[in-house]
C-alpha cells in the first residue's frame, strides 16, 4: 500500500533520478520526478508536495534557487538535499534555506530512508489529525465506476488516480494491451477538477506516419497538398483539458520533437507556421511497448521519456489480479445478458473455475470477448461447454525427437506403404518415384 505522502525528486543525473524513485517506491512513498527545475516548479505549482528532494548542481538553474523558491512559496514543505559536490559553504548555504537534511552522493537506501523520515516529521500538518483520517477514508470508498476490483493491484491504481486527477502533471501510463490503459486515464480525466474540460483521446498507431504531425498540431493553408485552410489539431482541441496519446511508441521521431517543446514550453506550433501558440493542457500517454528498448535502438528520444514519465502507472496484467475476475465476468455478464438476452446470464462454478486458471494473455478485452460470445451461445447458465478450447485443459505432449532427414524420409515411406497395403506400385505413385527408387530407400 502507499503512504499519503507525495515526494518531488528533482535531479539532472537520470541515473540517480531512477534510483532515487526505485528506493522511494520500495519505501511505498509517491513519486513525481524532473529533470530540471523548470519542471520541478511545473509540479510544485500543480500538485500538492509532502517532501522536495534535489541536487543543488544542476544546469541553468541551480538547486539553490529551487529551494529557495520552495521556501518562500511553500513553507510548510520540507526539504532535503543529495548532492556530488559536497562542500561545508553549500551545506551551510542549503540550511540556512531550511534545508532539514543533507545527503551526500553516494548514500545507501537506510540512509536515504533515514533522511526521509527525518524530513517529513518536521512538516507542519495543514490539516488535523481527524481531518487527515476523514479524508483518507473518504479517499478508500471513492469508486472509480469502470474500474472494477478489490485486488491491491488494482488499488494502488486508483489510489494513484485520486493523487494526479486534480493537476495537470504529465502521466505515463504503461501496461499490456487489454488492461484498460485508457479507462485509467479517462477516470483521471473524469474524477478530477477538469472534467468539464475536453478529453481527447488518440491512438499513435492508427493514423499513418504522414498525418499524425498535422493531426496532432494543426496546420495552415498551403502547408502542403490539400490544406486548403487553417485548422487546428488534437491538442488545440485539448485546450484546457487533457489529451490522452495512446501507443506513444509508435509517434515518429519527427512528432517526438514537436511533443517536447509542447511539454518543454507550453507552446504548439501548427505545421507550415512559424509562430507558436499558447496552450494549456495535461499530457496522458501510454504504451505496450518497451521504451527503454527503444531508446537503445535510437528509435525513441530519451529527453521525451523522461519528460513524460513525470508520473508513472502500471496498470497490472490480468494474471496478477485474479481475485478480480468474478467481478469483471459478472459485469460482462449483466452487460451482454441485457444485450443479447434481455436478461441476467449467470456461469456455472466449473465455468467459473476455468476463467480463474486461464492465465489471460489478452487480459480483460480478452475476458469480455470470451464473456461475450458465451452469454450469445449459452441457454440461461453459462458453462464449461459454452467456454472456447483454449481455457480448457491441454495436453502438452513431449515433442517428437529430432532425427535424420534420410530416417525421417524413410518412416513416412513407412507410413504409405501401410496405407496401401504394402503394394509398392501404389506406393511409388503417391510419393511420385519409381518402384526402384522406392526400394532403395526402404532397403
Given at each position: 500500500?502507499?503512504?499519503?505522502?507525495?515526494?518531488?525528486?528533482?535531479?539532472?543525473?537520470?541515473?540517480?533520478?531512477?534510483?532515487?524513485?526505485?528506493?522511494?517506491?520500495?519505501?511505498?512513498?509517491?513519486?513525481?520526478?524532473?529533470?530540471?527545475?523548470?519542471?520541478?516548479?511545473?509540479?510544485?505549482?500543480?500538485?500538492?508536495?509532502?517532501?522536495?528532494?534535489?541536487?543543488?548542481?544542476?544546469?541553468?538553474?541551480?538547486?539553490?534557487?529551487?529551494?529557495?523558491?520552495?521556501?518562500?512559496?511553500?513553507?510548510?514543505?520540507?526539504?532535503?538535499?543529495?548532492?556530488?559536490?559536497?562542500?561545508?559553504?553549500?551545506?551551510?548555504?542549503?540550511?540556512?534555506?531550511?534545508?532539514?537534511?543533507?545527503?551526500?552522493?553516494?548514500?545507501?537506501?537506510?540512509?536515504?530512508?533515514?533522511?526521509?523520515?527525518?524530513?517529513?516529521?518536521?512538516?507542519?500538518?495543514?490539516?488535523?489529525?481527524?481531518?487527515?483520517?476523514?479524508?483518507?477514508?473518504?479517499?478508500?470508498?471513492?469508486?472509480?465506476?469502470?474500474?472494477?476490483?478489490?485486488?491491491?493491484?488494482?488499488?494502488?491504481?486508483?489510489?494513484?488516480?485520486?493523487?494526479?486527477?486534480?493537476?495537470?502533471?504529465?502521466?505515463?501510463?504503461?501496461?499490456?494491451?487489454?488492461?484498460?490503459?485508457?479507462?485509467?486515464?479517462?477516470?483521471?480525466?473524469?474524477?478530477g477538477k477538469f472534467s468539464r474540460a475536453p478529453f481527447i483521446a488518440v491512438n499513435c498507431g492508427g493514423i499513418p506516419?504522414?498525418?499524425?504531425?498535422?493531426?496532432?498540431?494543426?496546420?495552415?493553408?498551403?502547408?502542403?497538398?490539400?490544406?486548403?485552410?487553417?485548422?487546428?489539431?488534437?491538442?488545440?482541441?485539448?485546450?484546457?483539458?487533457?489529451?490522452?496519446?495512446?501507443?506513444?511508441?509508435?509517434?515518429?521521431?519527427?512528432?517526438?520533437?514537436?511533443?517536447?517543446?509542447?511539454?518543454?514550453?507550453?507552446?504548439?506550433?501548427?505545421?507550415?507556421?512559424?509562430?507558436?501558440?499558447?496552450?494549456?493542457?495535461?499530457?496522458?500517454?501510454?504504451?505496450?511497448?518497451?521504451?527503454?528498448?527503444?531508446?537503445?535502438?535510437?528509435?525513441?528520444?530519451?529527453?521525451?521519456?523522461?519528460?513524460?514519465?513525470?508520473?508513472?502507472?502500471?496498470?497490472?496484467?490480468?494474471?496478477?489480479?485474479?481475485?478480480?475476475?468474478?467481478?469483471?465476468?459478472?459485469?460482462?455478464?449483466?452487460?451482454?445478458?441485457?444485450?443479447?438476452?434481455?436478461?441476467?446470464?449467470?456461469?456455472?462454478?466449473?465455468?467459473?473455475?476455468?476463467?480463474?486458471?486461464?492465465?489471460?494473455?489478452?487480459?480483460?478485452?480478452?475476458?469480455?470477448?470470451?464473456?461475450?460470445?458465451?452469454?450469445?451461445?449459452?441457454?440461461?447458465?453459462?458453462?464449461?461447454?459454452?467456454?472456447?478450447?483454449?481455457?480448457?485443459?491441454?495436453i502438452d505432449f513431449p515433442e517428437d525427437e529430432l532425427v535424420p532427414l534420410k530416417e525421417m524420409e524413410k518412416k513416412?515411406?513407412?507410413?504409405?506403404?501401410?496405407?496401401?497395403?504394402?503394394?509398392?506400385?501404389?506406393?511409388?505413385?503417391?510419393?511420385?518415384?519409381?518402384?526402384?527408387?522406392?526400394?532403395?530407400?526402404?532397403?
Amino acid at each position: 500500500m502507499l503512504q499519503k505522502e507525495n515526494i518531488l525528486i528533482v535531479d539532472d543525473d537520470i541515473n540517480i533520478l531512477e534510483l532515487l524513485q526505485r528506493h522511494l517506491h520500495s519505501m511505498n512513498y509517491h513519486t513525481y520526478k524532473a529533470v530540471s527545475v523548470k519542471e520541478a516548479v511545473a509540479i510544485l505549482r500543480d500538485t500538492e508536495i509532502d517532501l522536495l528532494i534535489t541536487d543543488l548542481k544542476m544546469p541553468e538553474v541551480d538547486g539553490f534557487q529551487l529551494i529557495q523558491f520552495a521556501s518562500e512559496h511553500y513553507p510548510n514543505m520540507p526539504k532535503l538535499v543529495v548532492t556530488g559536490y559536497p562542500s561545508v559553504q553549500d551545506a551551510l548555504s542549503a540550511i540556512k534555506s531550511g534545508v532539514v537534511d543533507y545527503l551526500v552522493k553516494p548514500f545507501t537506501k537506510e540512509e536515504l530512508k533515514q533522511g526521509v523520515l527525518k524530513s517529513l516529521s518536521t512538516k507542519t500538518k495543514r490539516k488535523t489529525a481527524a481531518e487527515t483520517s476523514q479524508h483518507g477514508g473518504q479517499a478508500e470508498k471513492k469508486r472509480y465506476d469502470e474500474i472494477i476490483g478489490e485486488s491491491e493491484a488494482i488499488k494502488n491504481v486508483t489510489q494513484i488516480i485520486e493523487r494526479v486527477k486534480d493537476n495537470k502533471a504529465t502521466i505515463f501510463i504503461s501496461g499490456e494491451s487489454g488492461t484498460g490503459k485508457e479507462l485509467v486515464a479517462r477516470s483521471i480525466h473524469y474524477n478530477g477538477k477538469f472534467s468539464r474540460a475536453p478529453f481527447i483521446a488518440v491512438n499513435c498507431g492508427g493514423i499513418p506516419e504522414n498525418l499524425l504531425e498535422s493531426e496532432l498540431f494543426g496546420y495552415v493553408k498551403g502547408a502542403f497538398t490539400g490544406a486548403n485552410d487553417n485548422r487546428d489539431g488534437f491538442f488545440q482541441a485539448a485546450d484546457g483539458g487533457t489529451i490522452f496519446l495512446d501507443e506513444i511508441g509508435n509517434a515518429p521521431l519527427s512528432v517526438q520533437s514537436r511533443l517536447l517543446r509542447v511539454l518543454q514550453e507550453k507552446e504548439v506550433m501548427k505545421v507550415g507556421d512559424r509562430k507558436t501558440e499558447k496552450i494549456d493542457v495535461r499530457v496522458i500517454a501510454a504504451t505496450n511497448s518497451n521504451l527503454k528498448e527503444m531508446i537503445a535502438k535510437e528509435t525513441f528520444r530519451e529527453d521525451l521519456f523522461y519528460r513524460l514519465t513525470v508520473v508513472e502507472i502500471n496498470v497490472p496484467p490480468l494474471r496478477d489480479r485474479k481475485e478480480d475476475i468474478p467481478l469483471l465476468a459478472d459485469k460482462f455478464l449483466f452487460k451482454y445478458g441485457n444485450e443479447y438476452k434481455d436478461r441476467y446470464i449467470t456461469i456455472d462454478p466449473e465455468a467459473q473455475a476455468l476463467l480463474q486458471r486461464y492465465d489471460w494473455p489478452g487480459n480483460i478485452r480478452e475476458l469480455e470477448n470470451v464473456i461475450q460470445r458465451a452469454v450469445i451461445m449459452c441457454d440461461r447458465t453459462i458453462g464449461v461447454k459454452d467456454l472456447p478450447e483454449t481455457l480448457k485443459y491441454q495436453i502438452d505432449f513431449p515433442e517428437d525427437e529430432l532425427v535424420p532427414l534420410k530416417e525421417m524420409e524413410k518412416k513416412y515411406i513407412q507410413k504409405v506403404l501401410a496405407a496401401t497395403g504394402n503394394n509398392q506400385t501404389k506406393a511409388a505413385e503417391i510419393l511420385n518415384i519409381d518402384r526402384k527408387t522406392l526400394r532403395s530407400k526402404i532397403s
